[in-house]
């Protein structure tokens, strides 16, 4: 199995961490009320870290074939911002012969690129997908 293209998603802004908080139902201050996000010592508002999981989560499932994924994890490394494009990436780890087909086990990175800002990995991930003897789904 090939590397994961590159999925570059964004800028991110202000207006989609309100859907996301609409969606998610998850409406602290911090991801919207500049004024609050400031008050708390943040520079300003900040994406929720599950909007970049879902994200990946997408990335993977398209990658990988969703009827294939087995299992996700991801780990919060650094806060998405205003104005960030999210840069996916997946590389595989191992694939191994199971009882079922084939077990692939995949690295994947969330890095973010902004104006000013050096790229900067903001989640890091892994997951596991098994593709049935006879091929399976890819997408």
């Known amino acids: 199995m090939?590397?994961?293209?590159?999925?570059?998603v964004g800028p991110l802004t202000r207006t989609d961490f309100v859907r996301?908080?609409?969606a998610?139902?998850?409406?602290?201050p911090i991801h919207h009320d500049e004024t609050f996000a400031r008050a708390a010592g943040y520079p300003s508002v900040f994406?929720?870290?599950l909007l970049t999981a879902g994200v990946l989560g997408g990335y993977a499932a398209a990658w990988l074939g969703r009827r294939n994924l087995r299992g996700l994890s991801v780990r919060y490394v650094d806060q998405v911002w205003p104005g960030d494009v999210l840069v996916l990436g997946g590389e595989v780890l191992a694939s191994e012969a199971v009882a079922d087909g084939t077990e692939v086990r995949v690295a994947l990175t969330v890095h973010s690129e902004a104006r000013g800002r050096d790229p900067?990995?903001?989640?890091?991930?892994?997951?596991?997908a098994t593709?049935?003897?006879?091929?399976?789904?890819r997408a």
């Open 24 to 28: 998610g139902g998850d409406f602290n």
């Open 131 to 137: 593709y049935p003897a006879s091929g399976g789904e």
């Open 2 to 8: 090939p590397p994961a293209p590159a999925r570059r």
């Open 47 to 49: 994406g929720h870290g």
């Open 120 to 128: 900067r990995l903001v989640l890091s991930g892994g997951a596991t």
């Open 20 to 22: 996301y908080a609409g």
